[in-house]
């Protein structure tokens, strides 16, 4: 965020530099539609900030798999404006999205972590995450450093529009702190957070309820859990936690319900009461203070997180996940 966020002052306006958009900038706003492509962490960093987009753009937002885009084909269209998300920057797939975006005229947008890489090289501007390189499978800090981008792009998009300015200064507050106060409080949690998995160790499956700002980060977590414990997991959107998941609860069955303050709460908290219900073996991740809302068991384990601005929570809650 550094150099990109202006923290503003007595004349100066909070607003957002992104020096590598800044000539594309008006193309993106008039554009018809936004496609945001990517694959695993990276394409659920981008539908973790579909709804910052979404409120602050005003411009239609689709989200695409990379593989799933080229397997139907997926129409991309001049009026365009397609965004490339990569860590690595040189994903085959979303590579091959590129190219067909290019060929077919589109304005075409890298988020990546790699100078140089050909996601940086072949699209027409971008922004680089500078995550440092990622060493191991776990990617929170390109997943974190992702949205964060994303975020600060649907501020530029969003521009300076009056009715907005109050949400806008809102969200550049709450990444300001995001660093040095919100993330160093949840990093307090690590010897809870470490003593979990000895609960977890020998199952075979752990599912992931989220929804709303949070379905992606039951997505990236179920991912990582497969990638590096090589356990099974699935992450679920609770809203149709009816239609298939319900059935495979019992006392067995490890399920993390995610469930920090946002327009969702109450419909996660009757999530809750319906899987201690079928007797689900819960562990919840709840804003600070709400343990005694979220905990109608008494016997499932409540994870307490630092509440930020709803769009940045999943930033907070992906850590300790
Ligand atoms: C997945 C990795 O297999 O590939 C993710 O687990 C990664 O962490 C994804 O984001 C795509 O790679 P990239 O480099 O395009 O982000």
């Known amino acids: 965020m550094r150099g990109r966020l202006i923290q503003g002052g007595s004349c100066k306006a909070k607003s957002v530099l992104l020096d590598g958009l800044k000539d594309h900038l008006r193309t993106i706003k008039r554009s018809g539609r936004i496609v945001f492509i990517g694959r695993g962490t990276s394409y659920n960093a981008a539908l973790a900030t579909r709804p910052i987009l979404v409120e602050l753009s005003g411009i239609p937002i ?23 998300v990569s860590q690595s920057g040189e994903t085959a797939d ?19 972590n790699t100078v140089g890489s050909a996601i940086a090289r072949n699209t027409h501007c971008g922004v680089h995450i500078n995550a440092g390189a990622e060493i191991g499978v776990a990617s929170t800090k390109a997943y974190t450093s992702q949205i964060v981008v994303m975020a600060m792009l649907a501020l530029a998009i969003g521009g300076d529009a009056i009715s907005n300015q109050a949400r806008r200064e809102a969200i550049i507050d709450g990444l300001f702190e ?19 998995p000895k609960l977890l160790i020998a199952e075979q499956s752990l599912l992931v309820f989220g929804r709303g700002y949070n379905y992606a980060t039951a997505l990236e ?9 090589l356990m099974h997991s699935e992450g679920i959107l609770a809203g149709e936690m009816k239609h298939g998941p319900l059935a495979l609860v019992d006392e067995n069955l490890p399920i993390v319900v995610i469930a920090t303050r946002d327009a969702c709460f109450s419909k996660q908290q009757s999530v809750i009461q319906q899987l201690h219900a079928c007797n689900g073996r819960l562990v919840v991740m709840c804003s600070k203070g709400d343990a005694a809302s979220v ?4 016997s ?12 940045l929570q999943p930033v907070i809650n992906v850590v300790p996940l």
């Open 221 to 229: 977590r179920a991912l990582k859990v497969k990638e590096v414990a």
């Open 178 to 196: 995001l660093p040095n106060i919100k993330v160093k409080e949840v990093l307090k949690l690590d010897q809870e957070i470490k003593d979990l």
């Open 295 to 298: 905990s109608v068991c008494g």
């Open 94 to 112: 979303t590579l091959h999205a590129l190219e067909c975006a290019l060929e077919n005229g589109a304005l075409c947008v890298g988020i990546t």
């Open 300 to 311: 499932c384990r409540v994870i307490e997180v630092p509440q930020v601005e709803d769009y």
């Open 62 to 84: 689709t989200m695409e798999v990379a593989s799933d885009l080229l397997d139907r084909q997926g129409p991309i269209y001049r009026e365009d404006t397609t965004v490339f």
